[in-house]
């Protein structure tokens, strides 16, 4: 990895490769790097993430799955971020001392949602406990309500959290309420910190609003076209922009409405980049056939503006 560039731009959200008989498959993870770095133009990953199943897997796994990650992204890579959360704090610092320890660009930490922190001083106390084990490594709050639970504003959150976690970097925001997100970024303009938007349908209105970039499971299969939107908006061409940004949702809203998890997202991934993903980790269910052959027809028979 190159260090440490300021981290903007699209992240994957990596899924889990597995074999069929649930072990993960580390031996895919060197294809999966040049897939993304040079099919989608994606140079960023987030690994043990929710895409990745990280919550679903044990310590050993994650730790492998890291250090993979880690040493196929040298020099090929620009940001390895390790998701470290769990919900036992002792697993969550000694995942985030062994990211620290193979060279991680950054670690992130989820709120623990089994027995949910209730307010914000309870949050940033279990996140503190978990960064003061990787001194060194920059710090991101993984926000994901719809998942966790834990609502606790993140305008709130920031609001000293520098003197609480030096190491604090910015934030994973997976969340729809961008109203909150503004409130962050207009609030923190002195700060320095990175906001990385995470609901993918809607990045063009989070990078109106000072999103640095985002993380998500479509920058996977879908990098090329996003980063495509990305210079859109720079330019800034925004008519051409929303083109992106529309048939990405189009889509997205196709296959929400057959069922869109991260086993047909790994269904998805197999398809496109011709990396055997595997079955997802019960509870979670292999995608259905039906399921593959409309999503991949839909994919097939969107025109994008680039003419693909
Ligand atoms: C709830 C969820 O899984 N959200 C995804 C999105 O990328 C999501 O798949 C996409 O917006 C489609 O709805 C990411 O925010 C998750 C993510 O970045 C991760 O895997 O850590």
């Known amino acids: 990895m190159t260090p440490r560039k300021k981290l903007q731009g699209l992240v994957a959200a990596t899924v889990t490769p597995m074999t069929p008989d649930g072990q993960i498959n580390l031996s895919v993870i060197r294809q999966y790097v040049d897939y993304l770095v040079s099919e989608q133009k994606v140079k960023s990953v ?167 970039g985002a993380v998500g499971s479509t920058y996977n299969y879908l990098g090329r076209k996003t980063n495509l939107m990305l210079e859109a908006f720079a330019k800034p061409d925004l008519v051409l922009a929303r083109k992106y940004q529309f048939l990405t949702g189009e889509f997205l809203s196709f296959v929400i409405k057959l069922g869109f998890g991260v086993a047909q997202i790994k269904a998805v991934m197999t398809f496109v980049s011709g990396i055997p993903m595997g079955p997802p980790r019960l509870p979670l269910v292999d995608a259905s056939e039906e399921f593959i052959v409309k999503a991949k027809a839909k994919l097939d028979s969107t025109v994008w503006p680039d003419g693909d």
């Open 46 to 212: 987030f690994v043990n993430g929710t895409t990745g199943e990280g919550l679903s897997l044990n310590i050993q796994e994650r730790k492998q799955l890291a250090e993979e990650w880690v040493c196929q992204g040298k020099d090929k890579l620009d940001h390895v971020i390790i998701h470290v959360g769990a919900l036992s704090l002792p697993d969550s610092q000694e995942l985030a001392r062994h990211a620290a320890a193979i060279g991680a660009s950054a670690i992130a930490v989820i709120a623990p949602f089994f027995f949910k922190p209730t307010s914000k001083d309870e949050l940033i106390a279990f996140l503190q406990k978990v960064a003061s084990e990787a001194p060194a490594v920059p710090f991101y709050y993984y926000h994901i309500p719809p998942l966790t639970g834990v609502k606790i504003r993140v305008e709130e959150l920031l609001d000293g959290i520098k003197e609480q976690i030096p190491t604090f970097q910015g934030v994973k925001f997976s969340d729809t309420d961008l109203l909150d997100l503004a409130q962050c970024i207009n609030k923190n303009e002195r700060e320095q910190f990175v906001f990385l938007y995470g609901v993918d349908e809607q990045l063009l209105s989070a990078l109106a609003i000072g999103a640095n």
